[in-house]
């Protein structure tokens, strides 16, 4: 057998990749599985975003390769949707870069700025894609805890105690996944004079910005923000285009121009009907959002019912795609827990673990299910 490189002795399999097989297995026996561990949106997207990619199938283009930095028109999108909702000027030429999806972006990032042996503030609990992905280029992570003592928020002091001469990337993500801490501008301001003062690039992942949130935030609207910094988002959540691979990296044009090089290197260029659905996506007026949030409103009332019913505490300040809950006094392991409901009740629940250590003793309820799917999850117990 062919020998396998090194660098896959230090990751593993992604769990939702390996546990939702089990997931599904469960369901192909019969079960009635009510699947509330994945963040992957079940609604549609508008009729605009389908009505734009039928009629761009009909263009003479438009089945060929596509530009790696996407048409003009998407980038002039993407910036005008800053502007718009942030009051943030971005050049749409050099200063933002299409995705397909932002989770590639992680790599494309890390790529191109990370040496073997250089390290990586990574938040605990956080999106377990910056470790996998720092390990694979062969840097090395470095945890920052999050608690809820601090509101999910890092600890200044206890980062600068840390020898942070070979770190080289910091990611944070505000809204937080998965506690849905919301973060704050005060709280930008702080980690860009942090970045800025250890000449480490700071990198916010924010895609949950407009969900359940009333006050969408940046981390570029610091001022002089762009100078240490990149910031991800994402179509997925935020239009319910989860499948379709669209996110965007943005940040000051030799920073993009490096993540370019990378990126040109990996792939082809993204499908040009995607393209035209993802400007149509991102011309979305309020009205949009208004609709969206009222459903996962609901969802979440729902769902905070549910928590209660597994004697679980609720964070209530938390925004986003998910509910981040406390398990009971007295429970040890928050994988024993899911499994036990998963087993017994046939639900679906993500254990705290997967983000971290600091993710012990706490579950994670996704609001990507329907109203009376959550009801009956209730009424199971």
Known sequence: MIATAKRLEIVEEYYFSSKLREVRQLAAEGKPIINMGIGSPDLKPSQAVIDAVVLAMQEENAHQYQSYQGVPELRQSMADFYQNNFGVAMNPTTEI?????????????????????????????????????????????????????????????????????????????????????????????????????????????????????????????????????????????????????????????????????VKSNMDSGMFYGIQKGAIAALKSDASWFESMNAIYRKRRVLTEQLAKKLGCEVYKDGVGLFVWAKLPAGITSAEQFIDQILYEKHIFITPGTIFGSNGEGYIRFALCVKEEKVQEAIDRF
């Not at 945890?143 to 942070?164: G, I, R, V």
């Not at 005060?186 to 916010?204: R, T």
Request: one cysteine or more; proline letters at 6%; hydrophobic letters at 45%.
């Open 97 to 261: 870069l299409p995705l397909m999806g932002s989770k590639e972006g992680i790599m494309h990032i890390s790529l191109a700025f990370l040496n073997e042996g250089d390290q990586v503030l990574i938040p605990n609990p956080g999106y377990p894609t910056y470790t996998s992905v720092t390990n694979l280029v062969g840097a090395v992570p470095v945890y920052y805890d999050l608690k809820e003592s601090t509101n999910w928020e890092p600890d200044f002091e206890a980062l600068e105690q840390l020898d942070l001469s070979k770190v080289k990337i910091m990611w944070v993500g505000y809204p937080h996944m998965p506690t849905g801490a919301r973060g704050s501008l005060a709280l930008f301001e702080k980690l860009v004079a942090f970045a800025k003062k250890h000449s480490i690039l700071l990198v916010n992942d924010n895609p949950y910005s407009f969900v359940l949130n009333d006050n969408p935030m940046s981390l570029l609207q610091v001022e002089g923000a762009k100078e240490v910094a990149l910031e991800l988002n994402s179509l997925s959540k935020t239009f319910n285009m989860a499948g379709w691979r669209v996110g965007m990296v943005l940040g000051n044009a030799a920073c993009i121009d490096a993540v370019l090089k």
